[in-house]
């Protein structure tokens, strides 16, 4: 089993920056990738970044390619989520997930665990 807590979510305005945290725990030696997701009521839960835990290769979404960087700490199982240049349409509850094995990273439902959430608002 693999816990995941976010953290660092907020109201920004446009244009300012956040930074998302989620640290895992329990088996976190089992992790091989780390993904965040953003979901708005009443769509779809949306891929945004993802990392590989023991390379640090990353990917990102267009929509905030450029603007988002993911990264991961190691040694203390954390991931972090840079969100510069903000803009309204980033307003969403944001997951991060993570997948014992090479998984299709945009799609959901190919996680093994997910945190509960975090609200990032963004006012325009």
């Known amino acids: 089993q693999v816990q995941l807590v976010e953290s660092g979510g907020g109201l920004v305005q446009t244009g300012g920056s956040l930074r998302l945290s989620c640290a895992a725990s329990g088996h976190t030696f089992a992790i091989f990738i780390m993904s965040w997701f953003r979901q708005v009521p009443g769509k779809e839960r949306e891929f945004v970044a993802a990392t590989i835990r023991s390379t640090g290769t990353t990917d990102y979404a267009d929509a905030v390619k450029g603007r988002f960087t993911i990264s991961r700490d190691s040694a203390n199982n954390t991931v972090y989520l840079q969100m510069n240049s903000l803009k309204p349409e980033d307003t969403a509850v944001y997951y991060c997930?993570?997948?014992?094995?090479?998984?299709?990273?945009?799609?959901?439902?190919?996680?093994?665990?997910w945190g509960q959430g975090t609200q990032v608002t963004v006012s325009s």
């Open positions: 997930a993570s997948a014992r094995r090479w998984v299709p990273k945009t799609t959901p439902r190919a996680y093994d665990y």
